[in-house]
Nanobody, 120 residues
């Protein structure tokens, strides 16, 4: 059984920084691609960043240069370092991961989300 748990959210002033973690637990053989998404109040969920198994990354334009996604496969954890935060970054942040539990096939998993609030 696999679980993803996001942590690190909180309240921060505009221009500040926050680091989010997405930790996978349970039976894990391999983690392929991991992405961060966010959902602001009254809006649909949007993609933020992706880190692939080879550690290459992609970012949504509005967070380029401010956010950094990274992974520590030894700890089954992915991070999202967020700098120069803006009020429009306020949202619940979710991680999404492709995880192979048994060494046979990958399945898609979502965490429960962590709230990030950036004060204006």
């Amino acid at each position: 059984q696999v679980q993803l748990v996001e942590s690190g959210g909180g309240l921060v002033q505009a221009g500040g920084s926050l680091s989010l973690s997405c930790a996978a637990s349970g039976r894990i053989f391999s983690i392929r691609d991991v992405a961060w998404y966010r959902q602001a109040p009254g809006k649909q969920r949007e993609w933020v960043a992706t880190i692939y198994s080879d550690a290459s990354t992609e970012y949504f334009d509005s967070v380029k240069g401010r956010f950094t996604i990274s992974r520590d496969d030894a700890r089954n954890t992915v991070y999202l370092q967020m700098n120069s935060l803006k009020p429009e970054d306020t949202a619940v942040y979710y991680c999404n991961a492709q995880i192979d539990s048994l060494g046979t096939y990958y399945s898609d998993f979502w965490g429960q989300g962590t709230q990030v609030t950036v004060a204006s």
